[in-house]
Every structure is written in structure tokens, then in C-alpha cells.
């Protein structure tokens, strides 16, 4: 079957220790995404990959980090979580020109 | 840079009655068009797609949109919804020629009342 998995699907943490969520993608799709989804602003784009070691900043990208050494994984990495990462996240991968496909999210709570 | 712009950021409407949720883009090239709908407590789904052809497209769940590039529009419709239509819908572009890039909307919570 065909899917975006994330994991965990849920995270409680606390300010300053670093946490990693990951994203695998079965499809060998060359784009992967990691956004971010807050009550009235819709989704913000905070990292993208075009391919394997290719990767560039979104709308979002402060207090991230992302790595694309695997063409079906791309890790979302906080080394220094902040309250204000408190957010749902989403990872999609898509070829191009195609829809994205997503995960089903990641909600982290950062205290 | 392309943006895509969603009109109302919600729209309540009764059951059974006909809804339309706008989205307006601004791309100086072709472009490729989608809504996406996020139901409560969900991941988002493809509803529909535009990439050429036919500009009036037929998704999942009896949704419909219509490209209209002259008004640079991708308004989706339903003639009849159900409460279980309630949800958020997005609508994304990606700039055309192959480029990876979306761009999403704010979305648009659709509230089906009884």
C-alpha cells in the first residue's frame, strides 16, 4: 500500500531536548515536505527536498533542521524545542507536477 | 512567487443546500491546481485535481471545481451536502512545468448544519 508514515503520532516533551520526527515514504517519490498546521494559518511549509541531499528552506524554517541521505526518508529534527513548536506537523512526498501525498500527522506538544 | 488565496476561512451552510468555496491564484505561468480535504482529527486527502484538459473536474464525494484561468480561479462546488462533509478544505498550486513547489491556501472550514 501505497503511504506517507510519521512517527510518533504523538510526542509530549519539554522545552530544550531534542527530539527527531521522522517520515518514510514507500512511492520513490523525488519531493518530500514537512509542514506545519496552527489553528487560522493553514499549513506553512517549513523544509523541502527536491532529492536525495537536496534540500532548502520553506515559509518556516527557524528552529529546524532536515536531512535527506535516503530517498524514501526525511527527518524532521528539533535540537532546542520551544514552546512555540507546539503544533501538528504533516510530511508529504509527491513527484512532479503530482499531488502530495501526507501522513497522518504528528502532534507535538512542547511544555 | 505563486499564492493561492482562499476567500472565506469558513462557510456554515444547511444540510442538503448547494455550497461553493472560493480560491483565487496568482502565478505569472501554467499551473497545476488541487483541493485537498482534511477531515476532524485527520491527515489531508486529495479531493480533486486540475492539470490540463477539461476545465471542469470531477473528485471524490460528488465535489466538483472549475478552473477559470482568465479569473484565475479554482472554486470547488457540491449541489447537495451531508453533515459529513464538515471539514477543512485546502486548496494548493503548484507551478507548472514540473516544479515541486506548493503552495496552500489558509483553508476553508466547511460547517454542515442539521
Known amino acids: 500500500e501505497a503511504q506517507v508514515t510519521q512517527n510518533p503520532r504523538y510526542l509530549i516533551t519539554v522545552t530544550g531536548k531534542k527530539l527527531t520526527v521522522t517520515c518514510s515514504q514507500n512511492?520513490?517519490?523525488?519531493?518530500m515536505s514537512w509542514y506545519r498546521q496552527d489553528p487560522g494559518l493553514g499549513l506553512r511549509q517549513i523544509y523541502y527536498?527536491?532529492?536525495?541531499?537536496?534540500?532548502d528552506k520553506g515559509d518556516v524554517p527557524e528552529g529546524y533542521k532536515v536531512s535527506r541521505k535516503e530517498k524514501r526518508n526525511f527527518p524532521l529534527i528539533l535540537e532546542s524545542p520551544s514552546p512555540n513548536q507546539t503544533s501538528l506537523y504533516f510530511c508529504?512526498?509527491?513527484?512532479?507536477?503530482?499531488?502530495?501525498?501526507f501522513g497522518d500527522g504528528t502532534r507535538l506538544s512542547i511544555l | 512567487a505563486q499564492s493561492v488565496t482562499q476567500l472565506d476561512s469558513q462557510v456554515p451552510v444547511f444540510e442538503e443546500a448547494p455550497v461553493e468555496l472560493r480560491c483565487n491564484y496568482s502565478?505569472?505561468?501554467?499551473?497545476?491546481l488541487f483541493w485537498y480535504v482534511q477531515y476532524p482529527n485527520q491527515g489531508l486527502q486529495l479531493l480533486l485535481k486540475?492539470?490540463?484538459?477539461?476545465?471542469l473536474v470531477k473528485g471524490i464525494n460528488g465535489f466538483e471545481a472549475e478552473f477559470n484561468k482568465s479569473q484565475t480561479s479554482f472554486h470547488l462546488r457540491k449541489p447537495s451536502v451531508h453533515i459529513s462533509d464538515t471539514a477543512e478544505y485546502f486548496c494548493?498550486?503548484?507551478?507548472?512545468?514540473?516544479?515541486?513547489?506548493?503552495?496552500f491556501g489558509r483553508g476553508t472550514s466547511l460547517i454542515v448544519h442539521p
Open positions: 508529504a512526498s509527491s513527484s512532479p507536477g503530482e499531488p502530495q501525498h
Open positions: 512511492m520513490n517519490h523525488e519531493y
Open positions: 527536498s527536491m532529492n536525495v541531499e537536496v534540500t
Open positions: 502565478s505569472s505561468v501554467s499551473v497545476y
Open positions: 486540475y492539470l490540463s484538459g477539461s476545465t
Open positions: 494548493a498550486v503548484n507551478k507548472g512545468g514540473g516544479s515541486y513547489i506548493p503552495t
